[in-house]
């Protein structure tokens, strides 16, 4: 039997940390007397960020006093006291490699299940100021745990703690803790723990698409090796007065590494610092060259520079197709096709691919005239040749913008997959209007123009500034180029990792951790190489880093 020894609680402040303000309600205080728990929440206590903690599957999370004491020794801290590790629960005899998911305990006169392990976040390591925190809470198989309330109920310091329910399987808060996070996982585990029922939606599908990788392919389909090659130009053609087409083939005749429909290229220009930008794959994916169609940008460099000294025989440099925005050929169910200006570029690559099978295809295109509108005798040939296809464009100028109620009366196919891109409003509003008429989220496949969205958990957002260079002296180190950012900047020592950096200079970043445990900052390596100041628990896949643990060892290139 355990025992309840704190309860704490703390409401959500805006915290000063690396320069930024962080919105957060891991500083939790111990209360005396009883305190009345909820579905949602504990009376006096809140979350900062709902996307990873808080809500009904995570309404209590519980830590124990024999980690503390684990963590006093570990740590050499004296300093450490009930709430420390941000726990609403501070408790005896409930140690992570014994409780289960999916146990049921009475605490006071409420009951309690087990959903899930904690999510390793940089708050907790914010909070103690021991940045290392999220990586150690999981390599030493201490994480604690969440649990959802069954029965509301008043619960105080001193109740006994009793088990109710064992969870299906039994599996351990550490093992499945290790499962998701650590290498050499156990297949057997993997099945059974997406058998219960009690895991949290979110670690559910996690486990899901982890056990669907292992039974496939090993190795994601977007993969690509790094560095670039020389790529001469074989021909050139101005689809409208604002886009041109460009072939490219090997420069020493070799074969080019394949592409998948939908994938881009990064190419490098000269210069000093070389330009870097990506351009959509718009040509057939079995041919044996490469086509990008560039739209000129008054303000883009490259493809200022593209227009201005293209002509065949040129030679620029690329790196090998990549991206995970691509057809898929999992099933014949009907494919529809969504872009705007100058995003029909991948999507015709998939078209072309479309165009040797029987699939039912829709193609749906926005421009705002006529004038604007490539590739019209192209996939005019096309959609010609395919007996199952159909196409609709649309002039904004005339016909305003594609709104729910026009893509409602075209009856597009519901079962479909949708593959969407051009710029995000578009995107954003094409996506909820398709998600309204019935389309399955998970079959709507979008791709972005330049960066991706931040993923800066509990970070205050201000305002968005464009990336720049940081402040301060330059740096003397390698060469670092956030190609989706079209930015260059030198490294320096006085930044931690290279998401350091890249918060200094705005690129939009991606992270939770911050120190090389959950994979959210994995960015793929375009050219260039990689040295981890503090080791992940796992690498990530062939040519990815996670920039948080991350510093360059040579000039590189990053898909950032």
Request: charge should be negative; glycine fraction near 10%; include cysteine.
């Amino acid at each position: 039997m355990g025992k309840l020894v704190s309860v704490n609680v703390g409401m959500p402040r805006d915290v000063q940390w690396h320069a930024k303000a962080v919105h957060t309600g891991i500083w939790k205080t111990p209360v005396d007397g009883p305190v009345m728990v909820r579905r949602l929440n504990i009376d006096g206590d809140g979350q900062g960020d709902l996307g990873g903690h808080g809500g009904e599957q995570r309404a209590v999370l519980v830590y124990q006093t024999e980690s503390y004491d684990f963590w006093r020794d570990y740590l050499h801290r004296e300093d450490l006291v009930p709430g420390h590790f941000g726990e609403n629960f501070t408790v005896s005899g409930l140690p992570d490699d014994e409780v289960c998911i999916g146990d049921r305990y009475r605490i006071g006169d409420a009951e309690f299940e087990v959903t899930q392990p904690r999510v390793t976040c940089f708050r907790v390591g914010m909070r103690l100021s021991e940045p290392r925190m999220p990586n150690l809470l999981v390599s030493q198989r201490r994480p604690g745990f969440y649990c959802r309330v069954i029965r509301e109920g008043r619960v105080r310091a001193g109740d006994d703690i009793e088990r109710t329910r064992r969870g299906r399987h039994e599996l351990s808060v550490a093992d499945v803790d290790a499962l998701l996070y650590l290498p050499g996982r156990n297949l057997e585990q993997l099945r059974m723990i997406v058998d219960v029922p009690e895991l949290s939606p979110g670690w559910q599908q996690s486990f899901t698409e982890m056990l669907a990788a292992h039974q496939g392919a090993t190795t994601p389909a977007g993969t690509a090796p790094s560095g670039f090659r020389r790529l001469r130009v074989t021909a050139t053609k101005r689809e409208t007065p604002a886009v041109l087409s460009i072939w490219m083939t090997s420069d020493d005749d070799t074969p080019l590494p394949p592409a998948l429909p939908g994938q881009y290229l990064t190419v490098r220009i000269p210069g000093d610092p070389a330009q870097v930008r990506s351009y959509s794959l718009s040509g057939d994916p079995r041919a044996a060259d490469y086509r990008i169609s560039v739209k000129r940008e008054e303000h883009g460099a490259v493809s200022r520079w593209l227009h201005s000294h293209i002509e065949p025989g040129v030679v620029v440099e690329a790196a090998a197709p990549r991206g995970d925005f691509y057809l898929t050929e999992d099933d014949n169910k009907p494919v529809v096709l969504m872009s705007a200006g100058i995003g029909a570029t991948p999507v015709l690559a998939m078209l072309h691919a479309l165009s040797a099978g029987g699939r039912d295809v829709w193609w749906l295109h926005t421009t705002r005239n006529r004038d604007s509108e490539a590739f019209v005798a192209e996939v005019d040939e096309l959609i010609a040749d395919m007996p199952h296809a159909i196409r609709h464009v649309f002039y904004t100028e005339t016909q305003g913008r594609l709104d729910r109620q026009t893509i409602a009366e075209l009856g597009l196919p519901v079962n479909g997959a949708v593959y969407l891109c051009g710029p995000t409003p578009f995107m954003t509003d094409m996506r909820a209007a398709l998600t309204t008429l019935g389309f399955d989220p998970g079959r709507i496949h979008s791709e972005l123009f330049g960066a991706r969205s931040a993923i800066n958990p509990g970070v205050v957002t201000a305002a968005a500034r464009p990336p720049h260079q940081p402040a301060g002296e330059p740096g003397a180190g390698p060469a670092i180029t956030f190609a989706r950012s079209g930015l260059t900047v030198n490294w320096s020592t006085r930044y931690g990792s290279i998401l350091e950096i890249a918060e200094a200079c705005d690129v939009p970043t991606r992270f939770s951790c911050r120190s090389g445990v959950c994979h959210v900052c994995v960015t793929s390596v375009v050219a260039g190489t990689t040295t981890y100041i503090q080791p992940p628990l796992e690498s990530p896949g062939p040519g990815e880093v996670l920039v948080c643990s991350a510093a360059p060892a040579s000039d590189l290139v990053l898909d950032l």
